[in-house]
């Protein structure tokens, strides 16, 4: 067995075994490089991107959940039809491995973590710029979309920097998750749709599922807060405040 050191993969020497590496989690950076083995780390944000939503939806089993996690597949689907129609090498640079078991994985124009990222971030801003402030006050509003674009360069650098994608491939994939999110928002707001999604949200299935839409609530985080805080108090887990 050999293990390399702060990469998470067990290789196998025996030649009836092949293992290959997971697409999204196999990361490679230059040992002893500090700033590689952060933007490595920072590399797998559409991994943590993905579980993420899949935990908003559980835990709070919003609209925009679902309708954010079948677009994030749709793009993943739409980077793949993209690729094969480039059809364009990683550069040089890239780790030798890579594309060793599979040939798809050989193609990085346009690059598929770039591309995710910038999709959700641009969904995201969208809706909570739509809410006009009802979500979000204007301030936090505003730190958090900064948040989700530093989050989006550092990943889209990351690729450069460790030699996945050219800088090409990579503004490239910024592109089309714009214009992807752009696009798949705009179809959310078309009438038809949005009368459908409307009636989707009153059928037994939806009301099996808990699933809810607080886009429209002003405050819905405070009104939440608010009412969870009177049923404790009607049942006695918490003591009313006292009044002066």
Not at 35 to 56: H, K, Q, R, Y
Request: proline share 4%; aromatic share 10%.
């Amino acid at each position: 067995l050999r293990v390399r050191r702060n990469v998470w993969v067990l290789v196998r020497m025996e030649d009836s075994v092949r293992l290959v590496g997971l697409k999204w989690t196999h990361v490679e950076y230059e040992y002893g490089d500090r700033v590689g083995e952060f933007l490595a780390i920072v590399s797998l944000g559409p991994i943590f991107l993905m579980v993420a939503v899949v935990v908003v939806f559980l835990c709070r089993r919003e609209l925009h959940s679902i309708l954010l996690g079948v677009g994030m597949l749709w793009d993943t689907v739409f980077n793949a039809i993209l690729k094969q129609m480039f059809y364009q090498m990683r550069p040089d640079s890239a780790p030798p491995g890579i594309g060793m078991h599979s040939h798809s994985l050989k193609l990085g124009m346009p690059s598929a973590h770039s591309q995710l990222t910038c999709f959700f971030a641009t969904y995201v801003a969208c809706v909570l710029y739509k809410t006009r402030g009802r979500v979000l006050p204007p301030l936090d509003r505003f730190l958090f979309v900064s948040a989700l674009l530093m989050g989006t360069v550092l990943v889209a650098f990351s690729r450069v920097y460790l030699g996945y994608h050219s800088a090409q491939q990579v503004f490239v994939g910024i592109v089309c998750g714009v214009l992807n999110a752009l696009s798949f928002t705009t179809i959310l707001d078309i009438s038809p749709v949005n009368k459908s999604i409307q009636r989707f949200l009153r059928s037994n299935v939806a009301g099996a599922l808990r699933l809810k839409d607080s886009s429209d609530v002003h405050d819905f985080l405070g009104k939440e807060r608010a009412l969870t805080f009177e049923y404790s108090v009607k049942i006695g887990k918490v003591l009313e405040p006292k009044t002066t």
